[in-house]
């Protein structure tokens, strides 16, 4: 089992920028990957960063240039830094851990753009 917590949603206007942090209850170099996942309003959730346990990453086309997911092994926890952010990144975010065939994931954290 794995509980993730995460914290630093909020609202921004166009152009600011954000810090998601996610801490997980266990180390996160023993899980397969650590993800931010969002759901817009009225959409269905999507993924929008990973790092895997080698250290490789995905980032969802619309977001490369303006965010970067990073992680610290020693405190286990995994970042989702926002920069530049757009009224279309609106939506609730999601920490997402994969530990063997299992999805874990945070509450959510909602985060709005919007002048």
């Known amino acids: 089992q794995v509980q993730l917590v995460e914290s630093g949603g909020g609202r921004v206007q166009p152009g600011g920028s954000l810090r998601l942090s996610c801490a997980a209850s266990l180390s996160i170099f023993s899980l397969n990957a650590m993800a931010w996942y969002r759901q817009p309003p009225g959409k269905e959730r999507e993924l929008v960063a990973r790092i895997t346990r080698t250290a490789n990453i995905k980032l969802l086309d619309s977001v490369k240039g303006r965010f970067t997911i990073s992680r610290n092994i020693a405190e286990n926890s995994v970042y989702l830094q926002m920069d530049s952010l757009k009224p279309e990144d609106t939506a609730v975010y999601y920490c997402?851990?994969?530990?063997?065939?299992?999805?874990?994931w945070g509450q959510g954290t909602q985060v709005t753009v919007s002048s």
């Open positions: 997402n851990a994969v530990n063997l065939d299992t999805d874990y």
